[in-house]
């Protein structure tokens, strides 16, 4: 048997793993621990490693770092090691991702999916999955049809996504390529998988991330930015419910001036020297800056602890050195990134608490090597959204910020599970007044 055949390469390198198991593997122990773990709730400051990964992390701390599962008729060698995840992502002709045409379930081949997602077996699950695929891909076929035609009739595309995507397809056509015919743009079926995608990588990551930074943002309490002196709990004391550098920024600083200062908020009139006013300008652009930058440390911070996509899984179809290990051909790895990013061996004795400040000299001193940081991948293919996700986090939180105060809900439940993007199985609720 070819499965025992793999087995034994492996294990003849010293790599220790689960037994191979006809003809699920060790899918039906995980999926079964997985639904277990989903519904539990874990402390703010337990590691939450064993809730997120549960049987990938189980057999992680078993067998060890570089130990295997199965995946069904496929090991799957389990990465932590940072050198390893940066030479995987960093040659993806070599290393890629396995079972493409699982990933055309829902999200249109450009991320494939995992664990109790895997598209090969006909369980009631994959049924259910496959049917709502073809329900929504008849949903917005008919839409792409009716774009379609407009454009053939010469009206304006909406500005929109899909607007932009079947402008830009139809200019490479007929204008960039002097109307070539042998240059094949993108079919109907691509551009409803790119609208997938970018629903799926796109919006429903970038509102976790927003998830995340208003949830960590009210946790931490030591931003320099915090200009209340009412105590670390309620009211304005909580950086979290401070009006922070909002709309009223420059009347909040100045509330804090020593009585008789000529831009006090005692004394502010229309007389303030000019002087001063420029001082005081000059001083809150410095507050404003290094407000930015707690804000990026916290961001840097909140992705570190909970990755967007906290796993990949690539594979081979030949046979590939990677480290001192040879990964035969059918052999997938499995990139536990957030187990990497919670390893005291890397980010200290401290790496399961949140600190923004590792970050106060950027993310290439934050861990003792830079490979341990890779919350958006890494090489050719590293996430080409991962910038405007950042901005856009920042933006969103500065405009609240300008208008609201807020803090957690006392209804929060810390569940964070990992299904297909890290999020928070009961959400993340928060109270929000305006000020």
């Known amino acids: 048997m070819v499965e025992r055949e ?33 519904q539990k709730t874990i402390n703010l400051s337990e590691d939450a490693s064993p809730h997120v ?23 799957r060698l389990n990465v932590a090691d940072p050198e390893l995840i940066k030479e995987i992502l960093s040659r993806p002709d070599a290393f890629q991702q396995p079972l493409p045409e699982t990933g055309k379930i829902l999200t249109g081949g450009i991320v494939f999916l995992q664990d109790e997602k895997w598209g090969y077996l006909p369980t009631k699950l994959n049924r259910k999955l496959k049917a709502m695929n073809n329900e929504l ?16 009739r010469g009206e304006a595309m909406p500005n929109d996504l899909l607007g932009a995507l079947m402008e830009s397809n139809s200019r490479f056509i007929n204008e960039d390529n002097d109307g070539n015919q042998n240059v094949v743009g993108m079919s109907i079926d691509d551009v409803i998988d790119e609208c997938k995608f970018f629903y799926f990588a796109g919006s429903k990551t ?16 030591k931003l320099p930015c915090d200009y209340s002196d009412d105590g670390d709990r309620g009211g304005g004391g909580d950086p979290g419910s401070t009006t922070w550098v909002n709309q009223r920024g420059w009347m909040d600083l100045t509330r804090h001036l020593p ?18 006013l420029l001082f005081a300008s000059l001083v809150l652009e410095l507050i404003l800056y290094v407000c930015v930058i707690n804000v990026t440390m916290i961001l840097q911070e909140s992705l570190r602890l909970y990755p967007p996509a906290p796993l990949m899984t690539r594979g081979s179809t030949k046979t590939l050195k990677l480290g001192n290990m040879t990964i035969p051909p059918g052999v997938h790895m499995t990139l536990l990134i957030g187990i990497l990013h919670r390893d005291p061996d890397f980010w200290g ?16 001193n934050a861990a003792s090597t830079q490979s341990a940081y890779i919350p ?46 890290l999020l928070p199985i009961y959400g993340a609720p928060m109270i929000l007044r305006s000020l």
Not at 53 to 75: C, E, H, I, Q
Not at 206 to 221: P, Q, T
Not at 259 to 276: M, N, R
Not at 388 to 415: D, G, N, R, T, W
């Open 259 to 276: 009585a008789g200062t000529p831009c006090s908020h005692q004394t502010a009139s229309a007389s303030w020297d000019s002087h001063f």
């Open 206 to 221: 970038n509102e976790k991330l927003r998830h995340l930074l208003l949830y960590h943002f009210r946790r931490y309490n």
């Open 6 to 38: 793999l087995e034994n390469i492996l294990r003849q390198q010293g790599l220790n793993g689960t037994p191979y198991r006809p003809f699920l593997g060790d899918v039906k122990n995980m999926m079964r621990l997985n639904e277990t773990d989903k």
């Open 53 to 75: 990964f549960g049987y990938y992390y189980r057999t992680v701390a078993k067998y060890g770092k570089n130990s295997f599962m199965w995946f069904g008729l496929w090991p």
């Open 137 to 152: 891909q008849l949903l917005l076929k008919g839409i792409v049809d009716k774009r379609q035609k407009a454009m053939e």
């Open 349 to 364: 004795d401290d790496a399961n608490e949140f600190n923004p400040h590792r970050f106060s000299e950027g993310v290439s």
């Open 376 to 421: 958006f991948g890494a090489g050719q293919r590293v996430c080409i959204g991962q910038n405007l996700v950042l901005i856009e986090a920042k933006i969103a939180l500065a405009m609240i910020l300008q208008s609201f105060s807020f803090e957690l809900s006392p209804s929060y439940l810390h569940a964070p599970f990992n299904d297909i993007n």
